[in-house]
């Protein structure tokens, strides 16, 4: 964003930061939950006895429903505000969570995580909002990769706590009792949580039902900014969403070879590598706003040649020095992906924003979801060929960045203007 700071900017601060963490919060433990099933696919498919597919069904489902709730709930969070929205979120996934750890079958095994998908859906537009109504917009590019670094913290949780957990005091006793985490921070918001600062009320906007919907979402796609950010994040976040979420472990213990142990340090290191570069990133970002584009495809291009050089390698396995790289660059992927909210927040009125993120946040994830049906369906094509099955992000990854230097140029041309108006505008504002 740009340095400028516009009428009626919030103040940010100690407070702020205070509110903003209870909200982050139930992000991080949304994330946990998310991620829980990356470190326990090979127990899941022993547990309900599936194949590949079937494994990848549960987390094609869960992003099926986290995708498709986005839109819904960017107009939710306009509507309704941050502190409702989260509270509903918080009981979502952790009923969801807990219905996985009973599940007896994998039919509701698979009903488990729609619902925690569902939940997990409601948490992280709610923290994009929660920092553009509590931070000044200077901040956001930073705000929203702090929010991103602490979801990737969530992941750490789930590669170190969770997987050990898990083979020490079992599969039910290691998810129900990470559902707790849930009630914790739903009492948190409850309690702690407020939509925005006292004297920064948000203007009322007329909600006239389905016509409202309509206008809300027509509104944002028009803008070149919110489609641009939608395949920013597409391109960007699903390489290492897929790997993290499922076939990380499984490709690295049955196509390289290596133990569980290893696989675990491998995918802990794509974690730290998110955070580190998360941080690097926000502040570029925020201190050189043309650096967006340039760091969003230098990271869809470095993991394209890492994957390439992996799969690819002429030995059976591929050096543990050439895939402690790929980890690093995987790490990159989460980071990149929260470029395309900075495309897409200042290309739409505080109103809007809400809608805008929805509309961004779909890209990655139905790019994921996409990905991980594919690598399921090309394993049990090719008997687990993994150079096969995960050369499907490769064309993925092609049709975004076709997308992102297409709009490019429309969307700069339209941020440009909207940053002439909002300057002439802070000008005529009488003090």
């Not at 750490?156 to 957990?165: D, I, K, P, Y």
């Not at 961004?360 to 594919?374: D, E």
Request: with cysteine; aromatic share 8%.
């Amino acid at each position: 964003m740009s340095s400028t700071t516009l009428p009626g900017d919030p103040p940010g601060g100690r407070r702020a930061l205070a509110v903003w963490g209870v909200g982050v919060s139930v992000y991080f433990v949304a994330v946990i939950f998310r991620t829980s099933l990356g470190v326990a696919g090979l127990d899941a498919a022993d547990r309900f006895h599936v194949n590949a597919s079937a494994l990848s069904t549960f987390s094609i489902l869960q992003l099926l429903v986290y995708a498709g709730m986005q839109i819904p709930v960017g107009l939710l969070v306009d509507r309704l505000g941050t502190k409702k929205v989260l509270a509903l979120g918080a009981v979502l996934f952790t009923a969801g969570q807990l219905g996985f750890a009973f599940s007896p079958s994998y039919g509701m095994a698979l009903a488990s995580r729609a619902l925690l998908g569902c939940g997990d859906a409601l948490t992280f537009i709610s923290v994009l909002r929660l920092g553009t109504r509590w931070f000044p917009a200077r901040r956001g590019p930073l705000v929203a990769q702090l929010a991103g670094l602490v979801g990737m913290a969530g992941n750490l949780v789930s590669t170190l706590v969770l997987a050990r957990l898990l083979h020490g005091i079992g599969w039910t006793a290691a998810f129900a009792g990470s559902a707790a985490a849930g009630a914790v921070v739903f009492v948190l918001v409850v309690l702690f949580l407020k939509d925005h600062p006292e004297g920064h009320e948000p203007e009322p906007v007329p909600h006239r039902g389905g016509a409202y919907v309509r206008r809300q979402i027509a509104a944002s796609w028009r803008e070149p900014g919110t489609r641009l950010g939608l395949w920013v994040h597409f391109t960007t976040q699903f390489p290492a969403m897929v790997f993290l979420l499922l076939w990380g472990l499984p490709f690295l213990v049955e196509a390289q070879g290596l133990s569980r142990a290893t696989a675990g340090e491998l995918l802990t290191l794509v974690v730290l590598s998110n955070m580190v570069v998360g941080l690097v990133y926000g502040q570029i970002i925020a201190r050189h706003h043309g650096a967006r584009l340039p760091l969003a495809l230098g990271t869809v291009g470095a993991t394209a040649v890492l994957w390439a050089a992996t799969l690819l390698h002429p030995a059976p396995h591929a050096p543990m020095w050439l895939l402690i790289v790929l980890c690093v660059v995987l790490g990159a992927c989460g980071p990149a992906s929260m470029i395309g909210f900075d495309f897409a927040r200042p290309a739409n009125p505080p109103e809007r924003q809400g809608t805008a993120s929805g509309i961004t946040n779909m890209g990655g994830f139905v790019a994921s979801m996409t990905t991980l049906f594919a690598i399921g369906v090309l394993l049990d094509a090719t008997d687990d060929d993994y150079t096969v099955a995960f050369s499907a992000v490769f064309v993925l990854q092609a049709l975004g960045v076709t997308q992102i230097l297409r709009l490019r140029r429309r969307a700069a041309r339209r941020e440009r203007e909207r940053l002439v108006a909002s300057r002439v505008e802070t000008v005529h504002v009488p003090a």
